[in-house]
């Protein structure tokens, strides 16, 4: 009995992992692949905003995108960093100067721990990545973004990879767009290179062409500043 | 290009900035005679330097001996300002600023902080510089660029463009081009 129990155990744990193994392959593969469907409606879309020119690269971005087809927006920014927000606020707030009073509920704005501020030690940063990790779950849940649009901020790779691990689980699939930010002219930043490698990202946008041919992948789209 | 009959030159205003970071080594490269010497030769009667969180701080000067006159500041709100009263502009190598400065199409030598950890910072002004759009500079060479440099030669930077990315979410998503 206690042998067939383990055997039964053991059964069910290898093809519970085999499924697991294959809907991570599948989600891998369905990534990077246009959407079948044609969009209907608006999609709800977390920004994920880093410091100085990060954000005014996505405020750029955000300029052409049309905004009732990415709508509610959720904006990130890490928890030092108030002036991203305001920015922010400010491109919200034009907006709705453009279109009246009617889309004032259409953003939210909300901050996030970071995992490891400019300069800190890649030793202590190990608790830091825990509890933004957390907290990173924490406002995902609460969002479930159909897209995600970032560009290069540390903040973005917990998110993200929430995001993949939703997909897996079938909780919510989200498209991830990435764009490397217009200062990486030879190397990926350690964000990008993780998004790109562990094919979290479903498109890579990549403002030089010389790093277009180091990462095939990779969209080459010229300068957004 | 000084007005002789009066005795006053014409206010050209080099103007430097480190924004949010701290860079003494600019600081202290801008306040060398060096530097202040090769900008008077090319013509620059005043020096505005904006020093951020660095502790160095530059000497003043009012500039009547016929030197160049020097003032200095941490932060403004005015940055902007500055930069559009500005005829040379000397900065960090920050992305935000390097921009800023170019779509007021005024002449920019960017100066790379060699004391940065991940100086990833250099990429984006070196290739810049090899678009002849700027100059790129060290601290410890900033007079030798400032001497040799030709402004005629640096080219406008055509303004950056996010529609291509967009396009490209909007048909991944399966929205249709336009509408």
Known sequence: MENGNG???????IISLTLMLFRVLYVIYRSGKPLRTEARGALSTLIVLGSGGHTAEMINLLLVLQKDRFSPRFYIAAATDNMSLQKARTLENNLVDENGVKEVQTAQFMQIYRSREVGQSYFTSVWTTL?????AFWLMTKIRPQVILCNGPGTCVPLCAIAFFFKVVGVRWSSVFYVESIARVRRLSLSGLLLYKLRIADQFFVQWPQLQRQYPRAHYVGCLM | MGDTEDGIKLKKTVFVTVGTTCFDALVRAVDTPEVKDELLKRGYTHLIIQMGRGSYTPT???GDDGSLAVDFFTFSSSIADHLRSASLVISHAGSGSIFETLRLGKPLIVVVNEDL???????????????????????QTLNQTIAAMNLESLLPYPSGNAIPVAKLINQFLGFPDDK
């Open chain 1, 131 to 135: 509890v933004a990790m957390a907290h």
């Open chain 2, 60 to 62: 003043k000067s009012g």
């Open chain 2, 117 to 139: 950890m991940d100086n990833h910072q250099s990429e984006l002004a070196e290739e810049l510089a090899e678009r002849k759009h700027l100059y790129c500079a060290r601290p």
């Open chain 1, 7 to 13: 055997e039964v155990a053991i059964t069910f744990a």
